[in-house]
C-alpha cells in the first residue's frame, strides 16, 4: 500500500477503520436505538456524507498516484452488503436509494483526488507533527 508519508500513519488509518466500523454498526442496529435525526426526512444525505467522507478519507491515506478503484469498490460493496443484512435482520428496512446515496458519495468522494484538497490530512498531519516536536 502506497500510503502518504504521514507522521502517524497508525492514527490515520484507525480513525478510517473507526469510521467504516461506525458506519456498518450504525447501519445495523434497530432504529428505535438511532437518535432521531430529521435531515428534511431524507436520510439519503446521511448516506451520502458517510460514504462520501469515507471514501474521501480514503484518497488522503493515498499517494497521489495511488488507485482508489479498489477503495471505492470496497466501499460499495459494504454499502450493498449493508442493505442486504438489515432485509435479513427484520430489524431494518432494506431500501435501494440507499445505495444509490452511497455510491453517489462514493464518487464525489473519489473526485477529491484530483483537487487540491487531496493531502489536507498530510497538511494536518505535519502541522501537528510540528507542533510537538517544538
Same mark, same amino acid.
Given at each position: ?16 477503520? /473507526? ?9 445495523? /442496529? ?8 430529521? $435531515?428534511?426526512?431524507?436520510?439519503? =444525505? ?6 462520501? =467522507? ?6 488522503? %491515506? ?48 473519489? %473526485? ?9 490530512? $498530510?497538511? $494536518? ?10
Amino acid at each position: 500500500m502506497s500510503l502518504r508519508p504521514f507522521a502517524r500513519p497508525r492514527l490515520w488509518r484507525s480513525v478510517f477503520a /473507526l469510521m467504516i466500523l461506525s458506519v456498518c454498526v450504525g447501519s445495523l /442496529l434497530p432504529t428505535s436505538q438511532l437518535p432521531d435525526v430529521d $435531515l428534511m426526512h431524507n436520510d439519503k =444525505l446521511l448516506h451520502f456524507g458517510a460514504y462520501f =467522507l469515507m471514501m474521501a478519507f480514503a484518497v488522503q %491515506l493515498r499517494d497521489a498516484g495511488a488507485d482508489w478503484s479498489r477503495a471505492a469498490f470496497a466501499l460499495l460493496l459494504m454499502g450493498i452488503v449493508i442493505e442486504f443484512l438489515q432485509h435479513q435482520s427484520g430489524l431494518r428496512r432494506a431500501d435501494i436509494r440507499d445505495v444509490y446515496a452511497n455510491a453517489a458519495g462514493v464518487v464525489a468522494g473519489a %473526485l477529491i483526488a484530483w483537487t487540491p484538497a487531496r493531502a489536507w490530512l $498530510l497538511a $494536518l498531519d505535519q502541522k501537528f507533527n510540528r507542533r510537538s516536536n517544538q
